[in-house]
């Protein structure tokens, strides 16, 4: 039967245990304010992942990586729009712009990702649905991603997108601001403003979470947050 609740009361990685241990098959749905991710399950693994959140589709990622270039990317779309029901990976694959184990990779990147996002959101909400799932071909399955070191890594992540940045009270070499790359300087505008934490910037920015967290270190080397 299907299981419905808050992710608050159920912490996901408690979720994510239970129903790999359990070798349950379906639909876990997760809901927050912004987004829908959907996790298919086949026998208590993780078989794909999908996202309502552009950036982290599969293309997306591979891109972020430097797997890609934007018009291998947009060859692959162009071939899926006429292809329907065939997956950006699987096509991203026979057109050579990547292997089977960039795919991979890739996926378990999207994986901790989604996981983070979930974890950071204060609203998150569940519905595991048990029905038998269509599943993808073996380039989007995430059977060899080491599920647990995920999950780990991806609760680290959560708590470090939790803790407070601050801006230092006083610069003492003010020179360092001219050297500010655009994407530095949109980061400390965005803290200027009043937001206060990696996920906070990453919503006032766009720019993805691990981008945020290597700017946030190079202005905190600068001597310009804290």
């Known amino acids: ?3 419905y609740g808050d992710l608050s009361d159920l912490p ?4 994510l245990q239970a129903l790999t241990r359990a070798g349950q098959t379906g639909r876990l749905v997760l809901r927050t304010h912004t987004e829908e991710v959907t996790l298919l ?3 208590g693994r993780v078989a794909a992942v999908s996202s309502s959140d552009v950036q982290l589709r599969i293309g997306q990622i591979l891109l972020q990586l430097g797997e890609i270039s934007e018009d291998q990317l947009e060859q692959a779309l162009a071939l ?3 292809a329907p029901g065939r997956r950006l990976g699987e096509l991203l694959v026979q057109l050579g712009f990547v292997t089977h184990q960039q795919v991979k990779r890739a996926l378990a990147n999207q994986f901790e990702e989604v996981l983070v996002r979930v974890l950071t959101a ?3 909400t569940f519905a595991f649905l048990p029905e038998p ?5 073996d380039e989007t399955v995430l059977e060899d991603a080491p599920m647990t070191k995920l999950i780990l890594n991806a609760i680290r992540r959560a708590d470090e997108a939790a ?7 006083q610069v003492l070499d003010r020179s360092v601001l001219d050297r500010l790359t655009p994407e530095e300087r949109e980061v400390l505008i965005a803290l200027l403003e009043g937001s206060q934490t990696v996920r906070q910037v990453v919503q006032a920015t766009g720019l993805s979470g691990s981008r945020v967290r290597e700017i946030v270190e190079r202005l905190r080397t600068l001597g310009l947050v804290r």
Do not use: G, N
């Open 1 to 3: 039967m299907p299981i």
């Open 12 to 15: 996901l990685h408690l979720l």
């Open 133 to 137: 799932v269509l599943l993808p071909s």
């Open 163 to 169: 803790a407070p940045i601050a801006l230092v009270s």
């Open 41 to 43: 399950l086949d026998r």
């Open 80 to 82: 899926q729009a006429v």
């Open 122 to 124: 204060p609203d998150a």
